[in-house]
């Protein structure tokens, strides 16, 4: 019996781009997807992507819908070709998707929890100043006096990456005042193309308002375990995916324990749903047992079980 082992992963809000979407629109494949998605949305799906700029597409609501369409699509076409994953983990908006993944809903379920979520954290950031809110990335060791500028500007961590990796987030003006005092301090720092402040204390109103829509909704248990973003715990019960999905609006992510809870698994391969390949990469680079490549890195989908038969993952 083979001891190898695979595992889901679905990414966050980065790594849009323009033309994220173009092998999905019109895609016959994923014709079905693409009109619920524009039913949703009370628009033609191509339509509505080609008619945003470069700065609309990182808008917290477009991104986040299409981040999500990307991987239900992705997902739908590699879904019958590759064995049941062991393990399904997701970063961020990820998380959403990975039930999906996980067997837990289908996509007009998981789209309409997307919808309702951003939306939440939308009114939740626009109380906190018409600037909204922001977030940031810091690689390598805090100083002391980086550490005492973010309790100034009451900033959260927002996301543990990986060791000497962290997300920040807050309003923009506290950003904006975190940055002027310490981007020197750093030449690492980078300031992330998103414009809410989330998984901080800041979204408390939006984690309380999506648990409600999440216990109205439609999703089940997961049928493959889950691993919950705040703490990289195993989810197996409707009443523990709601718990995780809710608090990790307004809760850090750790997916530095979700890295370690894949390993602890025993799991040896790991495709990431995308878009992009950061995920891929933190895996590998914190854990090199496991081998990580998101679908983004092959030339097509079905290139994907060459990959996966090479190491030794048995096939459907």
Request: some cysteine; overall charge negative; proline content about 3%.
């Amino acid at each position: 019996m083979s001891t190898k082992r695979l595992a889901i992963v679905c990414s966050g809000q980065a790594g849009q781009r323009r033309e994220m979407l173009d092998g999905i629109l019109g895609a016959p494949d994923v014709e079905e997807l693409c009109m619920t998605g524009g039913d949703l949305l009370g628009n033609d799906l191509e339509s509505w992507w080609s008619g945003l700029d470069d700065e609309a597409i990182f808008a917290n609501e477009n991104a986040q819908f299409a981040i999500s369409l990307y991987q239900l699509a992705t997902w739908q076409r590699i879904r019958h070709l590759i064995p049941e994953p062991a393990l399904i983990a997701g970063y961020s908006l990820g998380e959403v998707t990975a039930y999906h993944v996980a067997g837990a809903m289908d996509a007009d379920e998981t789209l309409r929890l997307v919808k309702r979520r951003f939306r939440a954290m939308n009114t939740a950031s626009s109380a906190i100043s018409t600037s909204g809110g922001c977030m940031f990335l810091w690689r390598g060791k805090m100083s002391e006096a980086a550490e005492l500028a973010v309790l100034k500007n009451s900033l959260d961590v927002a996301i543990v990456r990986r060791r000497g990796e962290l997300v920040f987030a807050g309003p923009a003006n506290s950003v904006d005042s975190f940055l002027r005092d310490m981007g020197g301090d750093n030449p690492n720092l980078i300031r992330l193309q998103i414009s809410t402040p989330s998984h901080s204390h800041y979204l408390a109103s939006a984690a309380a308002s999506f648990r409600t829509t999440l216990e109205e909704s439609g999703l089940n248990a997961p049928v493959v375990p889950v691993l919950a973003g705040i703490d990289g715990m195993r989810i197996r019960t409707r009443e523990e995916a709601i718990g995780a999905l809710s608090r990790q609006i307004e809760t850090t992510i750790r997916w530095d324990r979700c890295m370690d809870a894949l390993d602890e698994a025993g799991i040896t391969s790991v495709i990431e749903l995308g878009p992009g390949n950061d995920l891929a990469n933190l895996i590998e680079m914190e854990h090199p047992r496991i081998s990580a490549r998101s679908m983004d890195d092959f030339r097509d989908w079905r290139s994907a079980t060459e990959w996966l038969r090479e190491k030794g993952i048995s096939l459907r």
